[in-house]
């Protein structure tokens, strides 16, 4: 994985690790719905952004090389795939 990237995807994890703690002790300590929600949906977009940053670094390094070593198909199949299962669930 390209260094920069894997810095941004790590950092970006432990920021989530935390929310993930503080939406627990929200729903422990009876918060109300509305604010667990909008830290729930917090929690989601940034995964969201770690997921595009493994993209990123996906389509940068992998992919470029499977095409240089005439593997394009593999790599449509793949990508292919992932968009499918982001699609599913959006749903």
């Given at each position: 994985m390209k260094q920069n990237l894997?810095?941004?995807?790590?950092r970006r994890l432990k920021i989530l690790e935390g929310q993930i703690r503080g939406l627990q002790?929200?729903?422990?300590?009876?918060?109300?719905?509305?604010?667990?929600?909008?830290?729930?949906?917090?929690?989601?977009q940034a995964l969201s952004s770690v997921e595009d940053l493994i993209?990123?670094?996906?389509?940068?390094?992998?992919?470029?090389?499977?095409?240089?070593?005439?593997?394009?198909?593999?790599s449509t199949k793949e990508i292919l795939e992932i968009y499918k299962l982001s699609k599913r669930s959006k749903i």
């Open positions: 894997k810095q941004k995807a790590i002790r929200m729903i422990e300590e009876d918060e109300y719905c509305i604010d667990i929600l909008r830290q729930s949906l917090a929690v989601k993209l990123e670094n996906h389509l940068s390094t992998h992919v470029v090389e499977q095409i240089k070593s005439g593997k394009e198909s593999k």
